[in-house]
């Protein structure tokens, strides 16, 4: 990532007409056939560094401007198809903005000389993306990305990482840019019969191979541009659903069962609706089967209670799955403890960066949910009377804590010496020695990993949707909300992060404490109920959230997000009140990585057999 000077540097640096014929423009195949951006941009900053070596400053700048082009992070599915790689404390990496006037109009003369499909598509496309009155471009770009993907099928561009799956994410993410730039310039209706071939090929590919996720993405991608009826989509996902219902992950099935069932009611076919409508509920029953824990059966129950509720005439299973939902919760109520994964943690910020650069996408989320660990509450509180032994004038003196206003918000008596310390005074001892471990976290090992993440793999939320999708710390209808504010964790945009993840720490512990049948409703003077707040959790269920999340976990839940004094960061964000800069304190990435934690705990006994392969095929 640039600094602003840097980034003035570079802009500054125009590459010229001039300067980019000091590269061969129509030989750059031969120095990567990759059919990744990243790759690519890694390549041309190598590149660079060769030719600032040699003395060469035209090809420096050349190259330099062409790994920019590669760097911006793909969105093809949302309107800010580009983005910046990273956002970290007000600063950026480049998006397609930042090249307007001089250098863009350089970029639209050398597009169509780039041999390399994928680099042309790219450069094409981000000048459309911010000029819409370059139509030529628009036309290049959508060629130019099927272009890539012919290739890729005539093996002749690669894939970066192995993979099992004959149509890799990426591919149909170019297909699906593709088809997006001829509707947004106004050719639904004038699609080249090429561009029509490659998306059939990669269909019939995807359907061949029972590449699940590729199949929904590209029928639906073919039923929008008329290439595809939803009679063949309605039969063939049935198909593919009951073909593969016993052997791929489970919550892919589902999608193509429910990709089904939708194709069925727009054939306005009721009985084949609820048919794959009970296989994708059988589905998420699948997934409780294949978990141990009764907890975490109990959560799926529940879902699979809701889904069938949705089907007309499931009363009778209903009923059954109330009756094992009861089970499964009284089973619960005797699990305790928490979950932990062995890792060599180390305070040098270079060994987290080596440690994540040559990992696949499904090892750096494991490795980045157990990056670190809750500190220990014994050790915390054994700290606090050390240091009141040897500093024992200071203690002698109460503590208050005020806000950034000045205001104070809380306070803490002094304890005489030799008198026993109440829990409140451990608990704003403790905060010290808290804000170190946070500081040291989040600056040695959590940050340092997701800026290489980010580097290293285009890390979005589809590959959090396992994820989210299998927790059980997940509540139901709340996925895409965790997995968006992961995402945006990653890629180092604090502000949404925290304002996303944060607010749902609440109502998370509040589904957990129900799937262990803990009612957390109040009832009020005037007779009504009401969910109560983290406070009122915190206080009337203790006890079970240290049985349910470990000791040191549950303490790090009142020290961070509620106690007063703290950082108190489920008020601050409930309140609008954690600014921007605030987002970016250690204390805020440790919060929204310890709540990615406790997403991933319940996982990770069965993270290899359930997560990693689906984030694999995500990432492909």
Known sequence: MSTKDEDKKLLMDLATLDDFAHINLASIMEMSNSLHFHKLEHTFREAAQAAESAGDAAAFKAFNVLAVVCSYHFNPSRPDTFSPQIVLKGKRTFIP???????????????????????????????????RKLYALAALASSSYLNAVELFFRRELLDQYESNFAVPYKVVDLIDRAFSIYASAGKRKDIPD????????????????????????????????????????????????????????????????LHAAHAYHKLKDKESV?????????????????????????????????????????????ELLREELQKYEDESLSEFGSFSVPID????????????????????????????????????????????????????????????????????????????????????????????HYHIAAKAFIQPACITMSRCQLIDDRHFEPIVCSSGFVPPGFEAIFSQGFS????????????????????????????????????????????????????????????????????????????????????????????????????????????????????????SSLIAATIQEMAS
């Open 345 to 436: 943690l180390t305070d040098e910020h270079r060994a987290t960066i080596e440690e994540f650069e040559t990992l696949d996408v499904h090892e750096m989320l494991r490795r980045l949910a157990f990056i670190c660990r809750a500190p220990d509450k014994i050790a915390l509180h054994k700290n606090c009377l050390e240091k009141r032994n040897k500093y024992f004038l200071t203690s002698m003196l109460g503590k208050s804590y005020a806000d950034e206003r000045g205001k104070v918000i809380a306070t803490a008596a002094h304890v005489p010496h030799g008198s026993e310390p109440s829990e409140e005074w451990f608990d704003h001892e403790s905060l010290s020695e808290a804000g170190l």
């Open 488 to 607: 945006k964790f990653v890629q180092g945009d604090m502000v949404s992060a925290a304002y996303l993840l944060i607010p749902q720490l609440e109502n998370a512990l509040r589904h957990v404490l129900s799937s262990r049948r803990s009612n957390t409703a109040k009832l009020n003077s005037d007779l009504t109920q009401e969910d109560q707040s983290l406070k009122l959790l915190l206080k009337n269920y203790w006890e079970e959230i240290e049985q349910v999340f470990g000791v040191d976990n549950a303490y790090i839940l009142h020290i961070l997000f509620n106690l007063k004094g703290g950082p108190m960061l489920r008020h601050e964000v409930a309140h609008g009140k954690l600014s921007t800069a605030q987002c970016y304190e250690p204390s805020c990435i440790y919060a929204c990585w310890f709540i990615f934690h406790l997403t991933c705990i319940p996982l990770a006994p069965q993270w």
């Open 274 to 318: 609820v048919r794959c409508q009970v296989g994708a509920a059988e589905q998420t029953l699948r997934m409780r089967d294949s978990v141990s824990a009764a907890m975490a059966k109990a959560s799926w129950t529940r879902r699979a209670i809701g889904e069938f509720r949705a089907i007309s005439g499931m009363a009778k299973r209903i």
């Open 97 to 131: 903005s930042d090249y307007l006037g001089e250098q863009q109009g350089v970029l639209v003369q050398i597009a169509e000389q780039i041999d390399h499909p994928l680099l042309r598509a790219r450069i094409a496309d981000s000048c459309w993306y911010v000029n």
């Open 194 to 257: 090429s561009a029509k071939d490659i998306l059939r090929l990669a269909y019939e590919t995807a359907k061949d191979n029972e590449c699940l996720v590729a199949f929904v993405r590209l029928s639906s991608i073919a039923q929008s541009n008329g290439l595809l009826e939803w009679q063949e989509i309605a039969a063939v996902a049935e198909a593919l659903a009951q073909a593969t219902q016993d052997k791929q992950y489970a919550e892919t099935v589902k999608k193509v069962w």
